[in-house]
């Protein structure tokens, strides 16, 4: 899903094209970043350390803790509780809380997983779907369902979040010229063809099993459910969503994954598994037990996933996706040693405010970029070496094509956009933003200024390129043609 930026059709031209993120994770057909923690039920934001509680939650939050009392989960002595929270539902501490202390553990007979799914009635139907189809229309179903063993759990879950999928086409419109629009239309794209299959194949022949008709808004719903909500990278396990622990919130004050959860054994002699969700800080009785969900996601990506930004500018990043043409003259020759190189005939380039380019970004460039009197890099003689030559300006004439390319797909880029930085920045002073239009502004404002950022980066490329030292100059240093000044040397001779 993700477009191509860049595409070299010949040595001198590139041609430019529209942008997005990298594809989406988790449920994409292409290699997937990983799902982790998730926005929680009645969320609109990240919240601060410590965020205070806000009162008691809704009656059926109230009914679904009783349950899992009775389940002999928790206990009147557990360190944790539902609790509303400035940003909605929580779960509040009960006592002083330590660093790395354990403070709820869930058995694996609550799980919502492709197990939950096969121990059911739709178990064999579902058996060759992908997980998260197979577990999406695994709770369509127990939704539909007033007997649901999983009743109290589905009673709590939201009916949407603040994730772009569920946006307007009117709240859409705030993120245009962003990456993430084109992200969050490909992401709807990608659903929607996924349940035309599944009603095609699954649903429909099988309607003595879904009784109730399922809509794409139900798919929909499921989809955000998972994306939000699904603990993923857990050991055995694809994806699984996991009550009551869910209930956790975020918070951009806590900088570590490590410790937050972990799936152990029940016991020496047990077979079952314990999802143990820790708190990483100390917590105070009262304060809210907060975790960080991703450190690696940026303001687009938790917003797609979560429905929220946050205000730390390493959140804000921009993807450029490079790409070796096909038409290209030396397209096998660039191809194998991209890929020799870790890297292919599609790159993604991941920028984020504030940081240095990524180290192979440049080296790619020139590789895409190589063409007239520098081919000659591309013969197989150079083939074990050619990567260290493109750490280092190999041309005026490569250098300076890299770099007026890069400034002017920046600068159409920044065209795309309806507002300025400026705008957005005064909004957001203003504030009083509506939660989305908030995400919107976040978001637009950040790729903004990281396409400002690059442009600056290759604006002062250019003004040194009478300045650098090419392929050839440190050749014939090499060779002990040209002193370091970059004179000519003469040999006498008797």
């Known amino acids: 899903m993700a477009a191509t930026l860049f595409n070299l059709s010949s040595p001198s031209t590139f041609l430019h094209s529209s942008t997005s993120l990298k594809p989406f994770s988790?449920?994409?057909?292409?290699?997937?970043?990983?799902?982790?923690?998730?926005?929680?039920?009645?969320?609109?934001?990240?919240?601060?350390?410590?965020?205070?509680?806000?009162?008691?939650?809704?009656?059926?939050?109230?009914?679904?803790?009783?349950?899992?009392?009775?389940?002999?989960?928790?206990?009147p002595k557990s360190p944790v509780r539902p609790g509303m929270v400035p940003e909605g539902l929580g779960l509040i501490a009960k006592k002083d809380i330590s660093r790395n202390e354990v403070v709820l553990e869930i058995p694996n007979r609550f799980w919502v997983n492709q197990d939950a799914v096969a121990a059911s009635e739709i178990g064999t139907v579902?058996?060759?779907?992908?997980?998260?189809?197979?577990?999406?229309l695994f709770l369509i179903r127990?939704?539909?369902?007033?007997?649901?063993?999983?009743?109290?759990?589905?009673?709590?879950?939201?009916?949407?979040?603040?994730?772009?999928?569920?946006?307007?086409?009117?709240?859409?419109?705030?993120?245009?010229?962003?990456?993430?629009?084109?992200?969050?239309?490909?992401?709807?794209?990608?659903?929607?063809?996924?349940?035309?299959?599944?009603?095609?194949?699954?649903?429909?022949?099988?309607k003595q099993l879904f009784p109730t008709s399922i809509t794409l808004d139900d798919f929909f719903w499921a989809f955000g459910i998972l994306r939000s909500r699904a603990f993923s990278r857990l050991r055995g396990q694809?994806?699984?969503?996991?009550?009551?622990?869910?209930?956790?919130?975020?918070?951009?004050?806590?900088?570590?994954?490590?410790?937050?959860?972990?799936?152990?054994?029940?016991?020496?002699?047990?077979?079952?598994?314990?999802?143990?969700?820790?708190?990483?800080?100390?917590?105070?009785?009262?304060?809210?037990?907060?975790?960080?969900?991703?450190?690696?996601?940026?303001?687009?990506?938790?917003a797609l996933d979560y429905g929220f930004v946050e205000s730390k500018s390493e959140r804000?990043?921009?993807?450029?996706?490079?790409?070796?043409?096909?038409?290209?003259?030396?397209?096998?020759?660039?191809?194998?040693?991209?890929?020799?190189?870790?890297?292919?005939?599609?790159?993604?380039f991941d920028i984020v405010l504030g940081r240095p380019l990524p180290p192979a970004?440049?080296?790619?460039?020139?590789?895409?970029?190589?063409?007239?009197?520098?081919?000659?890099?591309?013969?197989?003689?150079?083939?074990?070496?050619i990567w260290g030559h493109l750490d280092l300006p190999?041309?005026?004439?490569?250098?300076?094509?890299?770099?007026?390319?890069?400034?002017?797909?920046?600068?159409?880029?920044?065209?795309?956009?309806?507002?300025?930085?400026?705008?957005?920045?005064?909004?957001?002073?203003?504030g009083n933003l509506d939660p989305r239009l908030k995400i919107a502004v976040g978001v637009r404002a950040g790729e903004k200024k990281v396409l400002q950022q690059i442009d600056e980066i290759f604006k002062g490329r250019e003004s040194e390129l009478d300045l650098l030292e090419y392929y050839q100059e440190r050749r014939l240093k090499d060779l002990g043609l040209v002193g370091e000044q970059g004179e000519l040397i003469f040999w006498e001779t008797n």
């Open 26 to 75: 988790s449920f994409s057909p292409k290699p997937a970043l990983s799902i982790h923690f998730t926005k929680k039920p009645f969320s609109v934001s990240p919240t601060s350390l410590h965020s205070p509680p806000t009162g008691d939650p809704p009656p059926e939050v109230q009914t679904f803790w009783q349950w899992f009392q009775d389940q002999r989960v928790v206990s």
């Open 126 to 136: 579902c058996s060759g779907l992908k997980p998260w189809v197979a577990v999406a």
């Open 142 to 206: 127990e939704k539909f369902r007033e007997d649901s063993q999983w009743r109290l759990y589905l009673d709590i879950l939201p009916e949407s979040t603040d994730s772009t999928v569920f946006w307007s086409e009117e709240e859409l419109a705030e993120l245009q010229g962003t990456q993430l629009l084109s992200t969050t239309m490909g992401v709807k794209e990608y659903v929607r063809n996924e349940f035309l299959k599944v009603e095609e194949e699954i649903i429909l022949p099988n």
């Open 238 to 302: 694809n994806l699984v969503l996991i009550p009551l622990a869910d209930l956790i919130n975020h918070s951009p004050s806590i900088t570590t994954e490590d410790y937050a959860w972990e799936i152990k054994g029940a016991g020496l002699f047990s077979r079952d598994l314990l999802f143990s969700l820790r708190s990483p800080v100390s917590v105070k009785a009262g304060q809210q037990v907060l975790i960080q969900y991703d450190l690696d996601k940026s303001n687009a990506e938790l």
């Open 316 to 348: 804000n990043a921009y993807t450029f996706t490079l790409e070796i043409s096909e038409s290209d003259p030396f397209y096998g020759d660039k191809l194998d040693i991209a890929e020799t190189n870790g890297l292919g005939e599609t790159a993604y």
């Open 361 to 385: 970004l440049i080296p790619y460039l020139r590789l895409v970029a190589l063409g007239g009197t520098d081919a000659f890099l591309l013969e197989s003689i150079f083939r074990n070496t």
């Open 394 to 430: 190999v041309s005026r004439a490569n250098e300076e094509l890299i770099c007026r390319v890069v400034r002017d797909a920046c600068k159409s880029a920044l065209s795309g956009y309806h507002t300025t930085i400026e705008e957005d920045e005064k909004l957001m002073e203003e």
